[in-house]
């Protein structure tokens, strides 16, 4: 089985985003769907272990501060200012002796071609946490750095980072560096104008968008190009009907999409489909952001990283509430979180510069000099300076501190071959004919038997 080619969700590095640092996630997904993983994960700790100081050895004797030479650093920051945020990163490292090569890639071009890419690959490698992760260190492809961890990482990071980094065989082959959420993002000003407040359920959402249409808004922008887009609402749908663990089961191949709970979910959207923007599927998120931006639409479902679309980043007039209740036995207590990280090359070519680099990554100092060039990210480091949060960084990470429950993404939660070639694009055959829905979840189920071998 190969990494297919689709465009991906958007990485927090890419879009530069803020996000909270020491982010209490109770059951990361992307483990999830493993079934060496339990279902549901126990909630992280705040990350006190003490660190170990630089120069000492970790559990696998690699010694902090004993590299030299050069380290090269695959990149697929190719905005400006993650460009500028990890050139700080890699020139905070305390070793000087390190030289690292930052060789960027588009971001597009980088994922679509990640397979190609892992056959020789840099040092250190740009990617993201759990089943993604997973997928390339059971192929070989990845270092073990569980001794990057052993040296101080436990002090840095909490242990749902820790789990969201570890592979099956429970060694440890990422760095966690950034992450965000998924919700319903709107802009203040604009509802204050008209006296509308964010739903606590789905029939209040409704009403809302009607009253939005009345005045001629539309209730959500939508699009699908690339696919990951409408992944997100389905993801929103499938958890707040069927809860997290059904949902989990079903990204990993345990559930039938024939089950009447699945269809549940379709019907649910194609109820909603009048309030979003149409034909979606050829519509750049960044176009549907712009009708948020411009006040033509009320709402979107979507990442942080909307914010991004906001003159010159500024988020003031930007807020977000959970996807509201469908089921009250699930309630609002899953949120989408996607983690982004750092992984280091099977054969390295300098091995100790890379952990030493990787190690680095991992830490408030390289976060901290990472956001004093892209103040728009946050990273998870517990020693990060948050001094200047934004409200809304301060209430993505309360959002996420207090979920009971979080995922990652559909297309990092399952295989990457169901999400390429099955989930997306039978998606957006269903946004474009709701009415095929039997017939494309038939097709989804016999897809997910064979890739899954259920």
């Known amino acids: 089985m190969s990494e297919l080619s689709l465009p991906r969700s958007p990485s927090p590095s890419k879009v530069g985003i803020r996000l909270p640092r020491r982010s209490v996630l109770k059951g990361v997904a992307g483990a999830s769907a493993l079934a060496a993983f339990p279902a549901v994960l126990a909630a992280c700790g705040d990350g006190d272990d003490e660190g170990t100081a630089a120069g000492s050895e970790g559990e696998g004797g690699f010694a902090l501060g004993a590299g030299s030479g050069e380290v090269t650093v695959g990149s697929n920051y190719s905005n400006a200012l993650p460009q500028a945020g990890l050139a700080a990163a890699v020139a905070a490292l305390p070793n000087a002796d390190i030289t690292g090569a930052i060789n960027e890639v588009d971001h597009n071009t980088f994922q679509e071609n990640i397979s190609t890419y892992l056959q020789n690959p840099d040092d250190i490698i740009p990617w993201f946490a759990g089943f993604r992760m997973q997928f390339f260190a059971e192929q070989g492809l990845l270092g073990d750095i569980t001794d990057v961890w052993d040296a101080g990482l436990d002090g840095e990071l909490s242990s749902g980072f820790k789990t969201a980094s570890t592979g099956l065989d429970g060694k440890q082959y990422f760095v966690p ?28 959402l409704i009403d809302l968008a009607g009253q939005m249409q009345e005045v001629g808004i539309t209730p959500f922008a939508f699009a699908n190009d690339g696919f990951w887009p409408a992944m997100g609402t389905f993801d929103q749908l499938n958890f707040r009907i069927n809860g997290y663990q059904f949902h989990v089961d079903l990204m990993a191949g345990r559930e039938s999409w024939t089950d009447p709970r699945v269809k549940e979910v379709f019907t649910t959207w194609e109820s909603l489909l009048p309030t979003h ?21 009320a709402m979107m479902t979507i990442g942080t990283f909307i914010g991004s679309q906001f003159p010159d980043g500024d988020t003031s007039d930007l807020d977000f509430f959970p996807f509201p209740e469908i089921n009250p036995e699930h309630g609002t207590d899953v949120v989408e979180a996607p983690i982004d990280g750092w992984m280091m090359a099977q054969s390295p070519s300098n091995e100790q510069a890379a952990k030493e680099l990787l190690y680095h990554f991992g830490t408030g100092a390289a976060q901290d000099a990472y956001l004093g ?53 039978r998606i957006a ?24 071998g259920s």
Request: charged residues 20%; proline residues 9%.
């Open 177 to 204: 560096w950034t992450y965000y959420a998924w919700g319903i993002y709107y802009r203040p000003s604009l509802w204050e104008e008209n006296g509308w407040t964010p739903p606590g359920t789905v029939a209040e």
């Open 373 to 425: 060039e892209d103040p728009s990210v946050v990273a998870p480091s517990n020693s990060v300076d948050t001094a200047v949060w934004s409200p809304l960084q301060n209430k993505v990470f309360e959002t996420v501190q207090n979920a009971k429950f979080v995922t990652q993404f559909l297309d990092r939660d399952t295989s990457p071959e169901f999400a390429s070639n099955v989930a997306g694009p």
């Open 277 to 297: 923007q149409p034909d979606p599927n050829g519509r750049t998120w960044e176009e549907a952001a712009a009708a948020v931006v411009n006040k033509e639409a």
């Open 429 to 452: 055959d269903f946004l474009a004919d709701p009415s095929s829905i039997d017939s494309i979840l038939e097709d989804m189920q016999t897809q997910a038997e064979a890739i899954f």
